[in-house]
């Protein structure tokens, strides 16, 4: 989680930059956005260490937020109003929400129990409602509407028992309340992107000032509709990766694909070739441009077989005991547009990683730990196609 929110916050830096400079060309156009894409990250944010939300104006005044995120407490759903001071959701917001957080299910621990002693016991994370309070400062990225964020606030649970015991000896008050502290009363401290979409008709526009001189570039349409395929260079793995993405703004777009890549999954598997399906988040930067820099998000599932091995590793034994895990990918890229619908090749520096559960034992303290969140990647340049 921390490598996918590192590169969220690397894009939204390279997105904001990009957008200071000038284009004397442009003009803003006279609609605001019907709605705004937005992906964030943060401490205590609406959706999550990650998530993706949707921000619909209802009003001169007023809008409606719904969106969905993974975070400390599990899943998380959000939904929120909030009020703008400026036309178009410029400038200051404020906003109240609540989050439904679905907790990170059952664990099988080693904890302090009423008997003084560490036991082994069984518990599981109760769903929870938690309300949210929130302000918003918007910085204009471009000349579309889309946006940088800063959010600021504070979040608090709405009551209830946090955790629920299945088995063991009672588990000690504080320990109860170190596991419940992951969902507790606390600031809030976010960045964000959103990205406007425009009514319908606008997306492709693009008006000029003044008369451009020869040497200026000539600004190609946007394509709505994108299919990359790409294979990677066999250089410590091979693999390819198919999506379909669709431009919901120049700056944004969002689609699913099919990909495979070999390596090892779990840390006890060996190397295997593991297919994953996946949604994907793209941000462009010079997206008029014949040479175009992007960057992608991609969250899914990866399809393997867990092995029945033990794998021990210093003092820790390890043992997987699902199938499958949780895919999540990131990297940048180049293209080149070549024709003037839009089609072209690209090259990119990509992440794949997987996330899973792995039950662990301590030899040494005779400790045992279950549903312990793990990761294994890889890392692969890759050549393809813009069609």
């Not at 930059?17 to 709605?35: G, L, N």
């Not at 943060?42 to 619909?56: H, K, R, Y």
Request: one cysteine or more; proline letters at 4%.
């Amino acid at each position: 989680m921390k490598k996918i929110t590192l590169i969220v916050l690397m894009s939204m830096v390279v997105l904001y930059a990009s957008a200071k400079r000038k284009d004397e060309y442009r003009e803003r156009p006279a609609d605001c956005p019907v709605a705004y894409i937005t992906t964030s990250t943060g401490f205590n944010n609406n959706t999550g260490g990650l998530g993706i939300s949707v921000d619909v104006p209802m009003n001169e005044k007023f809008s409606a937020e719904g969106g969905i995120g993974v975070g400390s407490w599990g899943g998380k759903f959000f939904g929120g109003i909030k009020y703008r001071t400026k036309p178009c959701q410029r400038g200051w917001a404020f906003g109240l929400g609540l989050a439904y957080c679905t907790g990170l299910g059952q664990s099988n621990d080693s904890l302090l129990t009423v008997n003084g002693i560490k036991e082994n016991v069984e518990y599981k994370d109760n769903p929870l409602f938690a309300m949210s309070l929130m302000a918003y400062k918007y910085f204009n990225i471009g000349k579309k509407y889309n946006r940088f964020y800063l959010q600021s606030g504070v979040s608090f649970p709405l009551g209830g028992e946090k955790i629920t015991q299945i088995s063991g000896s009672p588990i000690d008050k504080q320990i109860v309340n170190n596991i419940g502290s992951r969902l507790q009363s606390a600031p809030i401290l976010a960045v964000g992107v959103s990205f406007g979409i425009q009514p319908r008709g606008t997306l492709r526009s693009y008006k000029t000032k003044d008369k451009k001189s020869e040497n200026d570039e000539p600004a190609a349409p946007i394509q709505e509709h994108n299919v990359y395929a790409d294979v990677a260079i066999p250089w410590g793995t091979y693999g390819f990766s198919v999506a379909y993405n669709y431009r919901f703004a120049k700056w944004f777009g969002i689609g699913a694909g099919v990909e495979g890549y070999n390596f090892y999954p779990t840390i006890t598997n060996a190397t295997t070739f593991v297919p994953a399906v996946a949604a994907d988040m793209r941000f462009y930067i010079r997206s008029l441009k014949k040479n175009q820099f992007f960057s992608f998000i991609d969250l899914g599932k990866d399809f393997y077989t867990h092995t029945n091995l033990y794998l021990r590793s210093g003092n820790m034994i390890y043992h997987v005991p699902n199938n499958n895990g949780f895919y999540s990918g990131f990297g940048l890229g180049y293209f080149r547009r070549v024709t003037p619908s839009g089609w072209g090749p690209y090259i990119s520096l990509k992440m794949m990683m997987n996330w899973y559960n792995a039950s662990t034992y301590d030899f040494v303290d005779k400790q045992y730990y279950s549903g312990g969140g793990h990761v294994e990647g890889i890392g692969a340049i890759s050549l393809g196609f813009k069609f």
